[in-house]
Nanobody
Framework: QVQLVGSGGGLVQPGGSLRLSCAAS????????MSWARQAPGKGLEWVSG???????YYADSVTDRFTISRDAAKNTVYLQMNSLKLEDTDHYYC?????WGQGTQVTVSS
């Protein structure tokens, strides 16, 4: 079955960087579009970024020029490099394949 295991979250100061990873299995990763989204407690889910099988990438306005999504087909893994982190980037981050979401990883930006 589809499994998405996120990792790489943590506590970082404003202006810092983190790289999230999501290891995928149970489907043909190389031909699948993948996404990252985030959600804070009590708030709605916010789409962050997506990457298609051809490498095309898309970003929410709130993260453009700060976040970079990438994929490694050999490792069945999608990444989210987050730079210049802001307090408002604090959220639980999830990777997704279609309607299937992983368990996510927590990112906390705090001074």
């Amino acid at each position: 079955q589809v499994q998405l295991v996120g990792s790489g979250g943590g506590l970082v100061q404003p202006g810092g960087s983190l790289r999230l990873s999501c290891a995928a299995s149970g489907f043909t990763f190389s031909s699948s579009a993948m996404s990252w989204a985030r959600q804070a407690p009590g708030k709605g889910l916010e789409w962050v970024s997506g990457i298609y099988s051809d490498g095309s990438t898309y970003y929410a306005d709130s993260v453009t020029d700060r976040f970079t999504i990438s994929r490694d087909a050999a490792k069945n893994t999608v990444y989210l490099q987050m730079n210049s982190l802001k307090l408002e980037d604090t959220d639980h981050y999830y990777c997704a394949y279609g309607p299937k979401w992983g368990q996510g990883t927590q990112v906390t930006v705090s001074s």
